[in-house]
């Protein structure tokens, strides 16, 4: 019993060695644009391990440079796969709730009875609630507090994110990326989105991905925004999923065995604001 259960495993570890060499040969093939023999790559990996979505979006990829209709089939089966693997997932814990007039307060905004949400964030937001601090910047940046005021928005933001209110956090990087009522700062942005993604927030870890990728504040680093993208598909971030095939494809060899031993280091601790 004990050598079959043996050779099992072996087993197993040699079609997960297989996949990943069709990948690489894939990936090869692709860099190359010999776009037949990468499709041929692909789909004897997806042969092995049918159920990986990151195969579906190489092959999905591949058939878009080819005009092939088929990447949609790809693309979609892909989804398919990634909504499967998050309903396996282990529910998440419910959120605590907060106070009954922040609760009321809540479900006002929720019902779109936005006069009534304000009147009730408002007293709780003076107070030094992070939640409804957070909300106000919310309702000022969209326009729901009366006309849209980024200005308000950020100080009320700045407000929730001195106590570490995660979205704030994000949200107030948002308008220090886009200049809206706060002076136009990359560096800035990126202390916050440290700041959030050491919270767990995905949507920074994405933005920090972005920012690496495109060489927003500083200099294009494939390998930095293959980690943050990493991380923050990781927590089911679906456009950071999509990217980071597409990503790995224009890095080298090295530059992703020096991602993957990034993300094996520990979780990067943010800079003081």
């Not at 072996?10 to 079609?15: E, K, N």
Request: proline letters at 6%; aromatic letters at 10%; hydrophobic letters at 45%.
């Amino acid at each position: 019993m004990k050598m079959l259960v043996l050779v099992l495993l072996l087993a197993v570890a040699a079609s997960a060695q297989d996949v990943k060499q069709w990948v690489r040969d894939g990936d090869d093939a692709y860099r190359a644009q010999d776009y037949a023999k990468a499709v041929q790559c692909y789909i004897a990996a997806i042969k092995l391990s049918p159920e990986m979505p990151e195969l579906y979006e190489r092959l999905g990829t591949v058939y878009q440079e080819q005009h092939n209709q088929r990447y949609l089939l790809a693309f979609k089966k892909a989804e398919e796969l990634r909504a499967k693997r998050d309903a396996a997932a282990p529910p998440a814990a419910p959120a605590p709730k907060g106070s009954p007039a922040l609760e009321a307060a809540k479900a006002a905004y929720a019902q779109k009875d936005y006069p009534a949400a304000l009147k009730g964030f408002r007293p709780l937001a003076d107070k030094g609630d992070p939640t409804a601090e957070f909300a106000l910047g919310l309702m000022c940046e969209q326009g729901q507090a009366g006309p849209v005021d980024f200005r308000a928005a950020a100080v009320w933001y700045d407000k929730a994110a001195q106590q570490k209110h995660p979205q704030a956090l994000t949200n107030l990087a948002f308008l220090y990326i886009e200049g809206k009522g706060v002076v136009r700062n990359a560096g800035k942005a990126r202390k916050l989105y440290l700041d959030a993604a050491s919270l767990g927030m995905a949507s920074a870890m994405f933005s920090l991905g972005t920012m690496d990728y495109s060489g927003e504040g500083g200099d294009m680093d494939y390998v930095a925004a293959y980690v943050w993208w990493k991380r923050a598909a990781n927590l089911n971030h679906a456009k950071a999923a999509a990217n980071l095939p597409k990503l790995e494809l224009q890095m080298n060899a090295g530059q992703l065995e020096k991602a993957r031993q990034r993300l094996s280091e520990p979780f990067p601790r943010p800079a003081g604001r």
